[in-house]
Every structure is written in C-alpha cells, then in structure tokens.
C-alpha cells in the first residue's frame, strides 16, 4: 500500500486557510468549522474520497476553541497524527481528537497573556505615541509589527507542530508554560507603566502662592508646581493605582472610563484642573 506524506504546498495551504478560521465562528462549536477548513487539504492528500475522507473531516467538526494564533501547533500535530493513521489506520481517531482537547486550554493560556495581554497593547501604545506626534509611522507600525508577530508565530508554529507531533506535549510539560507567560506578563506591565507617565498628564493649575520679588514682579507657585517637586508625575501614578484597584474589585471599566471625562470636564469648566 503507497504510504502519502503531505507536501510543503498542503502544509502552505494550511497556513493560508489558517488566516480565515474565525470566518465561520458559531457559538455551537465555536471554530470548529475554521480547524476543519484548515484541515482539509491534509485530509485530501491523505485519504481517497470515502469513508474514511468522511470520518477525517467529521473528526474535525467537534468542539474545537483556543486562541485563534495558537491553533497554528494544533494543526501541525493533527495534520502529523492524521498522516501517521492514514498508514496503518492503527491509531484510533479518538486520539486525535484527545490531543486537541489537551493542547486546547495550555495554548489559550500562553496565548491570552502573551498576544492579548502584552504584544497587541504594547504595540498599540508605541503606535498611539507616534500617532500622538502627528506621524503617520505610529498606525503602520502596529499594524505590520502586530501582522508579523501574528503570521510568524502561525506559520512557525504550524510547520513545527508538524514536526514535532506528539512530542509537542512533552514540550509542554513541566512549568516551561507558566515562567513564559510570567515573563511575558512582567515584560508587558514594564512597559504600560512606563508609558503611564508619557501618556497621563493631570495639572492643577490652583495658585498655592504668590511672592512678589525685589523688582516688584509677582511669582506664583502652582499646587502642580509643588507636587512635581516632590515627585514628577505623582497624580499620574496615583490615578494609575487607583483605577487599577478599582478594576481588581470589578467596577466596570465603562463606569471608570465615564467618570474620568466628568471630572475632567467639570475640572477644566470650575478651574481646577488645567
């Protein structure tokens, strides 16, 4: 029996197919119908038109969720593993469908933090200065530098899935995961912090005092004047602190959001704030 192997085009295929798997996005099975799509043209090479071609592309269609990047491993490993039983037809598709449930919930994990959580509003931030500035480089950075990131880590990590198969999972085990995302959480959190004080201006311009010096010109100290002194960008920080505890005890961010632009056009209309 001629044993078929999929080709780089198929792995190519799947990479592009790859990039349209939220396009059928269902609340039944939520993307379900993307990870078949996906799949379908390993399932064409591997299988004649038949019972077995229908049972591959029923596999597929279970329940399937995870984050939409990471999916690119789990293709990989599935695409291995539907190569390997297109053999001998030894291994049971219940396998395969077991493998994707235990890479489904750690990828999610990994990938929440990391993308979500770190490179999409990091990127957005560096873009949002630049956009601030008046240059048109702040939109384009995030958009290509978000795309690379994003179509890098699905074609990577499709063909090293692939590859790598079932010992994908012994990758995964241990605490490699958690310090990862740890690390990326930490290094995103580094940098929005840092950006607090470029991004978050709050002057009080309510005259503290006026000294009138030798020559009879009058000097005036602000109360912003003063709390810079002390420390640059205290009210900021301050401000930072305290929506953050308010979000940590679920007030709705929407609420918090609609607060500060009261305060800040009720400061500006009596003065006390500039």
Request: proline share 5%; hydrophobic share 50%; charged share 15%.
């Amino acid at each position: 029996m001629e044993q078929k192997k999929l080709t780089k085009k198929d792995i190519n295929s799947m990479f592009l197919r790859s990039n349209l798997l939220l396009g059928s996005f269902n609340f039944e099975r939520v993307q379900n119908m993307g990870f078949c799509f996906v799949m379908i043209p390993a399932i064409k090479r591997l299988y004649a038109p038949g019972p077995e071609r229908n049972e591959a592309l029923q596999r597929h269609l279970e329940w399937f969720n995870t984050h939409p990047w990471l999916t690119a491993p789990i293709f990989g490993v599935s695409a291995a593993l539907e190569e390997e039983k297109s053999k001998d037809n030894v291994l049971p598709g219940s396998s395969i469908a077991a493998m994707k449930i235990g890479l489904m919930g750690p990828l999610a994990g990994v990938g929440d933090p990391i993308f979500w959580g770190t490179a999409r509003p990091v990127l957005a931030a560096l873009g949002a200065s630049l956009a601030l500035a008046g240059s048109i480089s702040g939109p384009l950075l995030f958009f290509i530098a978000i795309n690379v990131i994003r179509l890098s880590i699905k074609y990577i990590g499709l063909k090293y899935g692939y590859e790598k198969g079932n010992e994908i999972i012994k990758d995964m085990a241990g605490d490699r995961i958690k310090k990862l995302t740890e690390g990326a959480s930490v290094v995103g959190l580094f940098v929005m912090g840092a950006l607090v004080s470029k991004w978050t201006t709050i002057n009080i311009p309510i005259v503290a005092t006026r000294i009138k010096d030798s020559s009879g010109k009058v000097q005036t100290q602000t109360v912003q004047n003063i709390l810079d002194s002390i420390m640059p960008g205290m009210l900021a920080l301050l401000l930072t602190l305290f929506v953050s505890w308010l979000l940590k005890k679920n007030v709705s961010p929407l609420l918090i959001i609609v607060i500060i632009f009261v305060i800040g056009i009720l400061g500006k209309a009596f003065g006390f704030l500039g």
